[in-house]
């Protein structure tokens, strides 16, 4: 199977992976406005659509700024690759080693946000792409790029090209774990509000969509609350009338593999305040990851079982909130799990709004789109893999005959959204191989 990446390839593609990464894309703003997300976000969409010129292509900017794409060949069918510009806050600073907002390479590695997630693979398919091109391959089906600006929050960029634009017939997203990613489960981030405390103060989490590591409590029942927590084996630490529950953040799609903190502190706290919110969570939660007792068992052969996570609790004397994460099997449907969870969260004087909610993908792991993209990767890498589910969302769930495919290889280090997130140039400039190879499969001429 043919090399495609020279190492004029790869030196070219370092230095634009750094004028993306050395923009500060963080989501700033409500989409509301121009631009919608922020001056930062719409300066990458912008490089990055210079780069796409820089390379032979067509381009067009959303005037509103919620997208760009790039298209180059002919034919009635269209190839598509979806990536995203916008990229999550750097973290602690002080645990970067290098600036996040600066691509550095040392050892081997290209350090900076968004170097894994997801302007390194974006990179890559590109200058695969130029390197199909410098081949002499002819295209008889179009190519496009379609470049995102909302993927770390609600997708509304891609909500707006799908309401103004053609929809490719099939593709890829770079966005996700090799071999490839044929179906993910349903996504619903959901609220659940209540009444306040005039005895509680709680603030604990940050987003849905991470189980919590911490979660703290200061108040007058400390030494009571700890005394409860002891009883049910819940590892905290106690500082004067400060409680902190240690638990072990993950990513809400494997809240199985976690420990969440607040529904462990919910635990104690509900055996010394009569506050609806906490008494749910003690009761239909605890420790809990699958829903079984707010829905039952909830699982199928293909995705495996529900996931269910609380990101965060806030309680003040003028209500109380929790946000959730659920991620629900391809064989289920959103309506239903929605519908379920409304009716418990009544029973507890508790109020159900949805925040999002994202349907399942699945491409059938027979179809010619996953055989190709498989047979690809297994020629590139000898790595027989079988390709995947899983319970994270990618672009790919939101058009027809898209899969995720790469960036990040079966046993590589995932540093996406953690501080010193930094991607291997060997596998930035394998995986750009194995996208010239289907790039070249899926578009040229045989």
């Given at each position: 199977?043919?090399?495609?990446?020279?190492?004029?390839?790869?030196?070219?593609?370092?230095t634009?992976?750094?004028?993306?990464?050395?923009?500060?894309?963080?989501?700033?703003?409500?989409?509301?406005?121009?631009?919608?997300?922020?001056?930062?976000?719409?300066?990458c969409?912008?490089?990055?659509?210079?780069?796409?010129?820089?390379?032979?292509?067509?381009?067009?900017?959303?005037?509103?700024?919620?997208?760009?794409?790039?298209?180059?060949?002919?034919?009635?069918?269209?190839?598509?690759?979806?990536?995203?510009?916008?990229?999550?806050?750097?973290?602690?600073?002080?645990?970067?080693?290098?600036?996040?907002?600066?691509?550095?390479?040392k050892?081997?590695?290209?350090?900076?946000?968004?170097?894994?997630?997801d302007?390194?693979?974006?990179?890559?398919?590109?200058?695969?792409f130029?390197?199909?091109?410098?081949?002499?391959?002819?295209?008889n089906?179009?190519?496009?790029?379609?470049?995102?600006?909302?993927?770390e929050?609600?997708?509304?960029?891609?909500?707006?090209?799908?309401?103004?634009?053609?929809?490719?017939?099939?593709?890829?997203?770079?966005?996700?774990?090799?071999?490839?990613?044929?179906?993910?489960?349903?996504?619903?981030?959901?609220?659940?509000?209540?009444?306040?405390?005039?005895?509680?103060?709680?603030?604990?989490?940050?987003?849905?969509?991470?189980?919590?590591?911490?979660?703290?409590?200061?108040?007058?029942?400390?030494?009571?609350?700890?005394?409860?927590?002891?009883?049910?084996?819940?590892?905290?630490?106690?500082?004067?009338?400060?409680?902190?529950?240690?638990?072990?953040?993950?990513?809400?799609?494997?809240?199985?593999?976690?420990?969440?903190?607040?529904?462990?502190?919910?635990?104690?706290?509900?055996?010394?305040?009569?506050?609806?919110?906490?008494?749910?969570?003690?009761?239909?939660?605890?420790?809990?990851?699958?829903?079984?007792?707010?829905?039952?068992?909830?699982?199928?052969?293909?995705?495996?079982?529900?996931?269910?996570?609380?990101?965060?609790?806030?309680?003040?004397?003028?209500g109380?909130?929790?946000?959730?994460?659920?991620?629900?099997?391809?064989?289920?449907?959103?309506?239903?799990i929605?519908?379920?969870?409304e009716?418990?969260?009544?029973?507890?004087g508790?109020?159900?709004?949805?925040?999002?909610?994202?349907?399942?993908?699945h491409?059938?792991?027979?179809?010619?789109?996953v055989q190709?993209?498989?047979?690809?990767?297994?020629?590139k890498?000898?790595?027989?893999?079988?390709?995947?589910?899983?319970?994270?969302?990618?672009?790919?769930?939101?058009?027809?005959?898209?899969?995720?495919?790469?960036?990040h290889?079966?046993?590589?280090?995932?540093?996406?959204?953690?501080?010193?997130?930094?991607?291997?140039?060997?596998?930035?400039?394998?995986?750009?191989?194995?996208?010239?190879?289907?790039?070249?499969?899926?578009?040229?001429?045989?």
């Amino acid at each position: 199977m043919k090399n495609w990446i020279t190492e004029k390839h790869q030196k070219e593609s370092l230095t634009a992976l750094k004028r993306l990464i050395d923009i500060p894309s963080i989501n700033t703003a409500d989409g509301n406005n121009f631009p919608p997300f922020g001056k930062a976000i719409e300066d990458c969409l912008t490089e990055v659509l210079t780069i796409c010129e820089e390379l032979g292509m067509t381009t067009y900017h959303d005037p509103a700024g919620f997208y760009g794409y790039a298209d180059y060949g002919q034919g009635e069918e269209l190839v598509g690759i979806l990536c995203h510009l916008d990229v999550v806050p750097e973290g602690n600073l002080a645990l970067w080693e290098t600036d996040p907002f600066e691509g550095v390479v040392k050892d081997g590695v290209i350090y900076g946000r968004g170097s894994q997630d997801d302007k390194g693979p974006t990179i890559a398919a590109l200058y695969a792409f130029k390197a199909v091109l410098d081949a002499g391959m002819v295209f008889n089906k179009r190519i496009r790029f379609i470049f995102g600006t909302d993927e770390e929050t609600l997708w509304r960029c891609m909500d707006q090209y799908n309401l103004n634009e053609e929809a490719p017939t099939m593709g890829f997203v770079p966005d996700g774990v090799f071999p490839l990613t044929y179906a993910e489960k349903g996504l619903l981030q959901a609220k659940l509000i209540g009444p306040g405390s005039k005895e509680l103060s709680l603030n604990c989490g940050e987003a849905s969509n991470v189980v919590p590591g911490k979660a703290s409590y200061t108040g007058q029942e400390a030494a009571e609350v700890a005394g409860t927590l002891e009883k049910l084996e819940v590892d905290f630490e106690l500082v004067n009338q400060t409680i902190t529950v240690n638990g072990k953040a993950v990513h809400a799609s494997t809240a199985g593999l976690g420990i969440n903190a607040i529904n462990q502190l919910a635990r104690g706290l509900a055996a010394h305040y009569p506050q609806p919110m906490l008494k749910f969570l003690a009761e239909k939660v605890a420790t809990e990851t699958n829903g079984f007792s707010i829905f039952g068992e909830v699982k199928d052969e293909l995705t495996g079982e529900l996931t269910f996570n609380v990101g965060s609790i806030k309680i003040d004397g003028s209500g109380s909130e929790i946000m959730l994460d659920l991620r629900i099997p391809v064989e289920y449907t959103i309506e239903d799990i929605a519908l379920t969870l409304e009716k418990v969260a009544e029973e507890y004087g508790l109020i159900y709004q949805e925040y999002d909610a994202v349907p399942s993908l699945h491409v059938p792991k027979e179809s010619q789109l996953v055989q190709t993209l498989t047979t690809i990767y297994r020629n590139k890498t000898g790595d027989l893999t079988e390709p995947s589910t899983s319970g994270g969302a990618t672009y790919a769930r939101k058009m027809a005959n898209m899969v995720a495919f790469g960036a990040h290889f079966p046993n590589g280090k995932s540093l996406a959204h953690q501080e010193n997130e930094g991607m291997k140039l060997e596998d930035l400039y394998l995986a750009m191989d194995i996208y010239a190879e289907a790039i070249a499969q899926l578009c040229c001429e045989k």
